[in-house]
């Protein structure tokens, strides 16, 4: 009888310790950041590469103090065109969402793989802010020689699209009027029966 009621104290002990865990882990801010770059040739051969940040709270309380850097565009290799690659926020609620973004103009050619941001933040039960880190970019081509595409020729369309077209119009027509339609085969194999 001891020896059961030691059990039972034991396990209502180890789920006390896990209900408290979990409490205490979903009652802090979570946060979720995501990383987006693209790139964008203009005309005059230059490649800009635009970076969007969504950070998201996916806990159950507010994070403050919130401080989003990204040093992970070199200074040699890109110029800051327009935005910054850091931002401030005094808070973002449970289930909030921000978004930061800034544009960048490359200066050199070659393969770029950026590190993932860092956000810090302050969550009020805790001294020490906490960190959290975005997700990383897929690997940018910057200023690559791209193989010109062929194009569509509109204008050899506009010049002979209605001649090809009334010459299929023409050819469709010949074609239903030799075949011979199945119906009317048909009706001769049951008149000879």
């Known amino acids: 009888m001891a020896t059961l009621m030691t059990n039972l104290l034991l396990k209502a002990c180890i789920a006390l310790f896990l209900i408290s865990a979990a409490t205490a882990v979903g ?24 970076v969007s940040i969504d950070i998201y709270n996916q806990g159950f309380s507010t994070a403050y103090d919130l401080s989003l850097v990204d040093y992970s565009w070199p200074q040699d290799a890109f110029d800051v065109i327009s935005g910054n690659i850091s931002q401030s926020w005094e808070k973002l609620d449970a289930g909030g969402v921000l978004s930061h ?12 793989y950026g590190s993932p941001a860092v ?3 302050r ?12 997700t990383s970019i897929l690997p940018l081509d910057v200023l690559a020689e791209i193989p010109p595409e062929k194009k569509f020729e509109w204008r ?14 023409v050819g469709l027509f010949i074609y239903l009027m030799v075949t011979p339609s199945k119906s009317s085969g048909l009706k ?5 029966r």
């Open 156 to 169: 050899l369309l506009a010049k002979y699209g209605s001649q090809v077209s009334v010459i299929s119009i």
């Open 101 to 112: 973004s800034f544009e960048l103009e490359a200066k050199k050619q070659g393969m770029f």
């Open 123 to 134: 969550i009020p039960t805790k001294a020490a802010l906490q960190e959290a880190y975005s």
């Open 119 to 121: 956000i810090t933040f």
């Open 188 to 192: 001769a194999s049951k008149k000879k």
């Open 27 to 50: 009652d802090s801010p979570f946060i979720i950041a995501h990383k987006k770059a693209s790139l964008t040739r203009l005309k005059s051969g230059a490649e800009r590469v635009s």
